[in-house]
C-alpha cells in the first residue's frame, strides 16, 4: 500500500501497523514503545517544568531548508528553550488526508526524528488521525513540549529595564522569505534557504553566560521580529528602541522584500533568539553567540528605554525614527 | 467581526484580539495568563509525569451529549486518567477554517473550560492556526495533557494475570451510534446520547480500593472494545474471554446497530473504562463503581486465560465461542 487510507486512522488493524512500520520505526524509544495511553516520564526532584504546544499546517510540507517534520520538532523545541527550559519529550499529533503518500509520511517523520536526535528530545507519546479527501489540506503536525527549567532561572518581560540591550542571533526573514518564494514559483539568482533549526545551543549559552543577566528571550516566528518586540514591549511595560541598519538581513531576502513589497521585520523565522540582556553582559554575550555556527551573524540591534511603553521604535537607516507596529492583516498564511 | 479571518491566526493584532477575548475569556489561569511561549509549572518533587496528545476531527462539531470542545479535554483527560494519573495541564492547538463562526468557536472553548473546571484540570499553553476555505473541515483541535502518577501505581498489560477480572463502567457503543445517527439524519424512538465525559472518578475510585490490584485500565475509544480488549491481549500476551451477553447495550444502540448492521463492540466510546483487576478484589471494585453515577452500568463481562496467548475469545449468547478480532477497515472516520 502506497498510500494513507482511512482505515490508517481507525484504531484498528492497519492503524497499528503504521504505527509501527512509520512511527515506531523511527521514533522508537523505552517510553514511545510501551505504547500505553500516556506515557510515563520520569523526572528529576527539582526544577520546574516548560510546556508549550504548536500546530504545523505549513504549505508546501517540503521547502528549501526543511520540511513539516523537523519544524514541527524545532518549532516546539525552540518555544521551550527561549522559556531557558532544556527540551526533554514532544508529543506528536498527526492530521493526515486520505490519499497521503506513505512515502512521503516516512520522509517527513525520519526528519522529524534527526531533528529530535540532534536536540536530544525524544517523541514519547503521539496520535494518528485520518480524515477524507478535501477535509484536511495533506498533513498538519501537532507537537507539544516538556521541559526542565533549571533553578535560577527566571526569564520573563517583567525583568527587562531600562538600559538592557536587545540582541539578535541571525538574519531576518530567510523562512518567510524561502517559503514565499517556493509558494509563488519565483527564483532569486541566489536561492533563499529557510532558517529551520534549533535555538537551544544559543538560548544555554547565553544562560551560562549569566543566567540573571538574562531578562527574557522568544524566537521570532509568526508575524517577524516586530510582532515579537511589540509583544515584549507591552508585557514588559517598556519601549523597545532598534536600529533599521544593524537589524542583520540576507541581500536575497532584502532583494525579494523590495520586489514583492515585503518588509523582512514582519516575515517569520524559524531559527532565530531575540534576548534582552542586561548591558553588562551584553558584549560577551554577542560575542558567545557568534561563536556558534548558527550565531555568527549574532548583532545588537537596540535597547530599552523607560518610554513610551509598550511601544516599539525603529530608528531608520535615513535617522528618522517611527513606531515599528504589530502585524496587521495576515501577509502569509500557512508560514509554519 | 462575526468570523474568523486568516489574520486572527498570523501572530499579529487581530490574533492576540482573538487569544484575549475568546480564549482567554474563558481558560485563564495565572500560568495562561503568563502568555510566555511555554508555560512554566510548578510540580511536587514526588512521582512521574503521564503525557499524552489527542487531535480531534469530529465531524459533527456539535453532537448530542456533546462537542468537539468537551470531547478535546475528556478524551486526553481519560488517557491520563487510565493511565493513574491525576491529570493538572492541558495543552490546546486550534487550527480553524476561514469563515468559521466566531459565536461556534466560543460555544466551543465554554464547554472546553466547563469540562476542564469540572475535572480539576487547566489550559495552560496553547496555538492557534488559521487556513484558508477548503483547507481543513471547520475545526480541528489537539490537545495534549500531563498528569501526575502518584508512587507506587504501576499500569501496564504486563502485569495481567490468568484468573484477573475485566471490568467495564458501562454501556458500549454511545459515542459511536450517536455520532453516526446524527451524520446520516438517523432518527430513533429514543434518542442516543454520546457518553463524552470524564473517567477520572472511576479510575481513581478503582485505584484506591488496592492500586496492586487494579492491573491495567483502557478508554476504548476509536475501534470500540473489541479493538481494545485486542491491544491488551497482545501487550500483556495472554487471552481474553469475555461474554457476550454480559456486555452492557442500551437498547436503542443495540437495535440502531441491528439496522445499520454495526456491532457496538466496535463502536467508539469518549467516557467508559475497562479494567483488569485482580480477582479477589474484583466484587468489591465493581460495587464502588456502581456507587459512582457515571458507573451505575458497570459490569464483569469476562475474565483473563493464559491461552490462546494474544486473542480475544467472545462467548456468544448462544454459547458458542469465537475469536473477536481487531477492527478491520474503518466502520465511521472522524467519530472522535
Not at 542583520?248 to 521585520?265: E, F, I, K, R, S
Not at 553582559?281 to 509598550?310: H, K
Request: with cysteine.
Amino acid at each position: 500500500m502506497d498510500n494513507i487510507v482511512l482505515a490508517h486512522g481507525s484504531g484498528g488493524r492497519l492503524h497499528h501497523e503504521l504505527i509501527n512500520e512509520v512511527f515506531r520505526a523511527q521514533l522508537s524509544n523505552p517510553r514511545l514503545d510501551q505504547l500505553l495511553d500516556a506515557a510515563i516520564l520520569d523526572l528529576p526532584s527539582e526544577g520546574r517544568l516548560a510546556f508549550s504546544t504548536d500546530s504545523f499546517v505549513i504549505d508546501p510540507i517540503f521547502f528549501p531548508g526543511g520540511d513539516i517534520g523537523c519544524l514541527a520538532v524545532y518549532g516546539t523545541v525552540n518555544d521551550l528553550a527561549v522559556s531557558g527550559a532544556i527540551p526533554r519529550y514532544l508529543s506528536a499529533g498527526f492530521i493526515i488526508e486520505e490519499g497521503f503518500s506513505l512515502s512521503e509520511l516516512k520522509t517527513i517523520v525520519t526528519s522529524m526524528r534527526q531533528a529530535a536526535s540532534q536536540i536530544g528530545v525524544e517523541v514519547v507519546t503521539g496520535d494518528t488521525k485520518v480524515v477524507g479527501r478535501g477535509q484536511v489540506d495533506k498533513l498538519f503536525i501537532n507537537t507539544a513540549g516538556i521541559g526542565l527549567v533549571p533553578a535560577g532561572i527566571n526569564l520573563s518581560p517583567g525583568q527587562v529595564q531600562s538600559g538592557d540591550q536587545i540582541i539578535i542571533s541571525g538574519t531576518l526573514g530567510d523562512h518567510g522569505l524561502a517559503i514565499l518564494a517556493q509558494r509563488e514559483g519565483l527564483a532569486f539568482s541566489t536561492p533563499v534557504k529557510s532558517d529551520c533549526g534549533s535555538v537551544l545551543r544559543l538560548a544555554q549559552a547565553l544562560l551560562k553566560v549569566d543566567p540573571t543577566a538574562v531578562r527574557c528571550m522568544r524566537d521570532p516566528t509568526r508575524g517577524g521580529l516586530a510582532t515579537t518586540l511589540n509583544e515584549l514591549a507591552q508585557q514588559g511595560a517598556v519601549c523597545l528602541k532598534v536600529e533599521e541598519d544593524r537589524i542583520p538581513v540576507l541581500p536575497a531576502v532584502q532583494g525579494g522584500c523590495a520586489m514583492l513589497g515585503m518588509d523582512p521585520l514582519y516575515l517569520a523565522n524559524e531559527g532565530k533568539l531575540v534576548a534582552i540582556v542586561s548591558p553588562d553582559r551584553a558584549d560577551e554575550m554577542l560575542s558567545v553567540l557568534q561563536q556558534i555556527p548558527e550565531g555568527q551573524n549574532a548583532c545588537r540591534i537596540g535597547e530599552v528605554q523607560e518610554a513610551p511603553r509598550g511601544i516599539v521604535l525603529l530608528r531608520t537607516a535615513l535617522g528618522a525614527e517611527r513606531v515599528l507596529g504589530m502585524l496587521e492583516g495576515e501577509l502569509l498564511p500557512r508560514i509554519c
